[in-house]
């Protein structure tokens, strides 16, 4: 979108008076990045990228904005209130037709609705093809980590519990986000991938299964690591605080990059993840010891119930 409408980000950074101007892009559009340097150069911006790995617009690069007098960070929505930075999220388009898939699954309505940033465009589109096929559905405001309607990340399902729905259907590519949406909601969750059209029902059973095994397996740890994120919109010290205040067997761990050699050179034999939480369900079978959730750890510390167990979520 911003490729053809590159136009509108130079009037908006004149507008802003920038002069020099800081590029960011997440992993799936870093090849992008030279072509549109080049337009804001010939538009008589000088331009600086940062080439640092980013998987979401909780990992701003404030570093490379103390060179710049604003930072365009390209592919997501905001999780937070930067005044120096400009959003410009990525649209990715689909024929809202094939929300025909889904349609088998629905057993009642109300139907909750949500998707992911590329898509939230097509929410009023899609609202009116389920209303045309007799589904009434419920779009709901997102959080704070999640500006539009319908919205849903995957440290936020805010839009997802605010439906109120017991049946939602996600529209959007992965199972992660439809796992802790079932996991947050407790709802029947259809999960529609818009650009395979395949549609399936989703359950978070197995990612259960595989937690209360990583729980077992850190019962009893001499030592644990509480990971603590630099970036700027994961940071969250005061959870990590108040975890570390569990056991004397805790040390806070700060940590820009949460990966496995590092985690193996620290030595804890158990880590609690406060980072992004996406962390400790997709990436355990890469760690070297158990990484729990918060959550998780809270019940190994007998400090909440089994029956509590829920999905970690940044609020
Ligand atoms: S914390 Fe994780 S899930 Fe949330 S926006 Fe960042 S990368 Fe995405």
């Known amino acids: 979108m911003w490729l053809n409408g590159t136009s ?50 909780c990992d701003l690069a404030l570093d490379t904005l103390t060179h710049a007098d604003v930072l365009v960070h390209f592919g997501h929505a905001p999780v937070d209130e930067q005044p120096k930075v400009i959003f410009e999220p990525y649209a990715v388009d689909f024929d809202v037709a094939v929300l025909e898939n889904a349609l088998p699954f629905f057993k009642g309505d109300p139907v909750g609705l949500v998707t992911t940033v590329q898509h939230v465009h097509l929410i009023p589109a899609m609202e009116l093809f389920l209303q045309s096929n007799g589904i009434s559905c419920r779009v709901a405001e997102g959080g704070g980590r999640t500006p539009n309607r319908g919205q849903v990340l995957g440290c936020s399902f805010a839009a997802a519990k605010a439906s109120g729905a017991d049946e939602i259907l996600f529209v959007g590519t992965g199972l992660f986000h439809p796992i802790g949406i079932a996991l947050a909601t407790h709802a029947r969750v259809i999960a529609l991938d818009p650009l395979t059209g395949s549609a399936q029902e989703v359950s978070g059973d197995a990612l259960m299964r595989r937690r209360f095994a990583v729980m077992e397996k850190a019962r009893g740890a001499k030592n644990v690591g509480i990971i603590v994120s630099t970036k700027s919109g994961q940071q969250r ?62 019940i190994l510390c007998g400090v909440r119930t089994w029956d509590a167990y829920t999905i970690d979520e940044i609020v």
């Not at 002069?19 to 804001?40: H, N, Y």
């Not at 880590?271 to 990484?291: H, I, K, S």
């Open 8 to 57: 509108e980000l130079i009037e908006h950074l004149k507008r802003k008076g920038a002069k020099r101007v800081a590029l960011q892009f997440p992993e799936g559009l870093k090849r992008r990045s030279a072509t549109v340097a080049a337009a804001l150069r010939d538009a008589g911006f000088e331009v600086i990228l940062s080439g640092d790995p980013c998987y979401g617009a």
């Open 237 to 298: 010290m005061d959870l990590a605080r108040r975890l570390a205040s569990l056991t004397p067997a805790a040390v806070i761990v700060t940590m820009r990059e949460v990966n496995p050699d590092e985690l193996l050179n620290l030595g804890f034999a158990c880590y609690v993840n406060t980072a992004c939480p996406r962390l400790a369900y997709d990436d355990q079978v890469r760690f070297p010891v158990p990484v729990l959730s918060p959550q998780e750890f809270e």
